[in-house]
């Protein structure tokens, strides 16, 4: 049916009519106090979401905007760099980094697989000489749904000494991200998932530490830059046109989010995970992320049944059904298929995907 | 009033209600077929509006964005880069240049006056060796509101053999701009200007000339990276999740421009910046470009009556007749305002702004 499209992908992902309306509306001038005393409501939503003192930057970009933002403002051509690599966005770490021209070690794990604590701890007691500078990693890796354990690797990760550089796109308002708490020292996210805006905006947060890399950092970007940013923050701006559009739909949002409680919030993202997670299970399928331990609470990804194709099963729930999944990435690309649980989504909407899968499923046996 | 506000300011600039509805619909999934139809048609609407037969590259940022992409794919740190700087935008291309680590060379001319083609000749002639690399240069400067002969100044560099990297963020759109004929290598502009639509989006198109150079390009940028982009636009997508809800208005818009055809737009806003000049002229101001044949088509600054300040006329036209225009920016802030005249404006639009700035100096006097 035309325009019923329901979207459970990672993004983007359904956006509340509250959301919608702002968008719909003209855009504000950019420097006007209107708008002014928006940034500042929106800069505040950003730390308490980010669990940071910290200032958060917004750039008008994709979440690979704000990936190239920490690498660009922070790591120097020949710098060693570890990645820490689950599936296809931890790898982008590396390849950003890469292309910047830093010196990229990474530990692969299997896709399907946390990165493990212990791997880790041991790379960085071998690295006595305390050559490894940064740490990339992720949160919740979206190609897989997979989630690491942020907090006990950020915290191995300082204990060493490097800096570690985050990428929460698919964890920050979805799941508890505590940047100061756990000594995160670089976080990233975009504005199309747990912030339950359309894509365009991302976010970034810096520690200290981390600050410290940018002030040596040498030709740092410029549309990205730290520094213009930091100074943008403390006047209730940003540096240059930003997609007002779209800050005025997060100021909606953020009203919404602070209704419904951080904690809310979590349950809720958990709660839908467990849901779609034993409902797969009811439906005879097999999950890709058995251990639950680890299996995201925004996104699951499944294998079809023997004998049923994904692009059918994707083809089907879309054309009968008006819902519509995401297929792996990569080398799982037709081999599974992922259903994104975050941001704007309640029970009703997992209840109504599992119902047009066991459809599906039937239809296609 | 509340909601009334009417933006006449050189971006944001007004949207038309079929693309603000767009904005309010549901996003897309960037991955679909449904969308990666309305690609086709932006890439193909875009060349036509570049009138170019390379690619144009769909950027989700600010114009400062693609201004980054343009410097950071083509310009390795140590080449040489001549700046033409007539004021605060095209001034930008020298920072970024310079952050990058090039060797930027600038010349100034005087804010309000245009760049002389004789002086640009000299310097080619002068560099012999062609160390001289890259030539920045904007088409028209928003700072001032001065249009540079581009077809002239393209033309020598041209014949020197630098590569030209033109900003016609407040050009295209709204006044000729021909890159293949002209001959300019990259040409970059923004959405929320000739566009129609609001900020968030970014454009870029390069020459085969250029081409080469990104080739010989290292460390490029990720985000903005020239060679996933052309491999993007020939599979009708972008390498990262763009900015769906603005892609889909700027298909409205395009319809809308294509409907109104290039040369009426091209003479609707030489007819609107011929208003504005003559009606400011008629209330006893004192334009701050007087030369018509530089006064851009687009933005028309001008000096207050004496006794009289800028932030006393822009106050007032806010409040009293929910009219907002623009200060001076840098060494001209409070000394001139600005009125944008470009994208979905009409005479309409001028006659009412012309008429609240009559009775605004007449309640100020």
Redesign the interface.
Known sequence: MK?K?F?M?P??T??PERA??A????????R?SEFSAIMKQVYQDLKWLFQTEEDVFI???????A??AA??NLVN?GDKVLSLVIGNFSERWA??AK???ADVEKINFDWGQAVDPTVLKQRLDQDVNKEIKFVTLIHNETSTGVTNDLQALAAIIKEHGAISIVDGVTSVGALPVKMDEWGIDVLIS?S?KGFMI???LAFLACSKKAWKAYENC??????F?FGANKKSVAEDTT????????IVALKETFAMMKEEGLENIYSRHAKLASMTRKGLKDLGLKLFVEDDNIGSKAITAVWPPEGISVPDIRKTLTKEYDI?VANGQDKLKDKIFRIGHLGFVSERDIIMALGALEATLKKLK
């Open positions: 325009d499209q979207l992908i993004g983007p359904p956006v919608l309306l968008m719909a509306k003209h855009p504000m001038g950019h006007s750039y008008t970009s994709s979440g690979t905007g990936m190239e690498i660009s051509p390849k950003i292309m910047r021209g975009g199309q359309p894509p365009g040498q030709n740092p970007s410029f549309y830059n540096p240059y046109t930003p997609n007002v559009s779209l519509v």
